[in-house]
C-alpha cells in the first residue's frame, strides 16, 4: 500500500524537491505494520496500540497516548469493545467515534445496508456506556460516523447513559491537558 501511496504523490514529491528545495529524507515513508501493545517509547511519550472491535475490519486499533503523567484514548472505528474500556480507564481524555443511525434514514439509505453500517459503529448510548465505564475526565465525539448528524442527534441520547464531561469535536478544536482540561473552540468565521 505504501508504495502506491508513494507512486500517488510522485509528481507532488518531483515538484517540490526541484522547486521548493525539500530535501528528499522529508518525503520517505517509513511504514512499520503493528499490533496490540507499546508502538512508541521516546522522551517520556509512549504510544500504546490495542485492538478494538471494528468487524469485518481486522486488525482495528485504538491508541494511548501517555506523558507527563496526561494520557489521552482514541477509539479509532469500533464497535463496543471491552478491551477500550479496559484501556481508558481513568483516563484524561477519551476520544470515540460515534455513529447515528437515524442519519441514515434521514439520507434515505436502504434499511439493509443501514444495518451493516450500524452493526461495527458505536451509537451515543453504547458511546455513553463506555464512558460512563471508563470514567474519563472528559468525553470528546470525534470522527461522527454521518457527518450530517448534529448536536441533538449526540447529546441527548448520550445522556440517556453518561452524565460526566462531554463534548463534540469539531474542525480546529484544541483540548489542553494539563491540571485542568481546557477546550477552545475555533473563532467563528466572519463569512
Known sequence: MMSHLEQA?????????????????????????IGEGVVYDRRGAKVTAFEVDHAPVKPALGYRIDYAGRSIVLSGDTRLSE??????????????????PETLQRAGVPPERAKKIIDYHVTPEQAGEVFTRAKPKLA?????????????????????????????????????????IKVRRPAPSSR
Open 9 to 33: 504523490y510522485e509528481y507532488d514529491i518531483r515538484i517540490r524537491i526541484a522547486n521548493d528545495g525539500a530535501s528528499p529524507d522529508g518525503v520517505l515513508l517509513r511504514a512499520q505494520d
Open 83 to 100: 478491551n477500550l474500556i479496559r484501556h481508558a480507564q481513568g483516563v484524561d481524555v477519551l476520544v470515540h467515534e460515534v455513529f447515528v
Open 140 to 180: 470528546v465525539y470525534s470522527h461522527v460516523c454521518m457527518p450530517t448528524a448534529l448536536e441533538q442527534d449526540l447529546v441527548p441520547p448520550t445522556r440517556r447513559t453518561y452524565s460526566g464531561p462531554l463534548e463534540v469535536g469539531e474542525d480546529l478544536m484544541v483540548i489542553e491537558v494539563g491540571d485542568q
